[in-house]
């Protein structure tokens, strides 16, 4: 079966750089995942007044206030099938910043058929929720771009207005001399411009999964039905 991305990519997945579609290809039945270990040579956030936002987001896993350079992290990216029986794959990003204190961004992603795209889930409790918007650049590397956030908790479920939430862009793609996956993303507020954004690069392994696919640890605490 085609991961979720060339589900939602068609014919352009395959214009991908070949790793990139190895990364990109984990999916439950493929039998892998990708595990990244590597060093944001950057990592900052926007002036004085985005803090309160980026606090806020810490959170549930979505953003931090935090900034540095040269920080460890992991990215790792494993498939499963979630709670309502939609292929799923995890997009955990673990930061390992000075004095010991650990953060993680979180996200899972499912193919969603009525739209034919991604559904990307953020933070621990899936309660924000965006469509991808998926580029293969002329060099064959990823753009990722988010659209509107929808927040979904019980009965509740609006779209977020614009001025309230921030677009992130990422990029991803590989450095053939040097054997490396590159990265680079930021996320800018209409209002209160640039909030944060890192930029980085990272070695894979493709470990094989079992029938239960991604770890707990990895997974939400809790699965939001809507798309």
């Known amino acids: 079966m085609a991961s979720i991305f060339e589900l939602a990519m068609g014919q352009d997945f395959h214009r991908l ?3 990139l579609q190895k990364r ?30 980026l606090r806020l987001g810490a959170y ?9 350079d040269n920080i460890p992290f992991t990215i790792e990216n494993y498939p499963y099938v979630d709670g309502f029986g939609r292929p799923t794959v995890t997009f955990v990003r673990t930061l390992e910043l000075p004095g010991a204190r650990t953060r993680r961004f979180d996200a899972t992603m499912v193919f969603s058929p009525d739209s034919g795209g991604i559904v990307d889930y953020l933070g621990t409790h899936q309660h924000l929720a965006t469509d991808l918007l998926l580029e293969v650049m002329p060099d064959g590397s990823l753009h990722l771009q988010s659209g509107a956030q929808r927040f979904y908790e019980g009965l509740l479920g609006f ?39 890192y930029r980085g690069e990272f070695e894979c ?22 798309l």
């Open 17 to 19: 750089h070949p790793m």
């Open 60 to 68: 549930r896993n979505i953003l931090f206030p935090d900034r540095g």
């Open 159 to 197: 779209t977020f207005p614009a001025a309230f939430t921030g677009t992130a862009d990422l990029y991803e793609g590989f450095d053939d001399a040097r054997g490396v996956f590159t990265i680079q993303m930021q996320v800018r507020n209409p209002l209160l411009g640039f909030l944060f954004g």
């Open 205 to 226: 392994t493709f470990p094989d999964t079992d029938a239960d696919g991604a770890p707990q640890r990895l997974r939400p605490v809790r699965e939001e039905r809507r």
């Open 24 to 53: 990109f290809g984990v999916d439950a039945e493929a039998g892998y995942a990708c595990v990244g270990h590597g060093l944001f040579s950057e990592v900052r956030r926007g002036a004085w007044w985005t803090v309160p936002f």
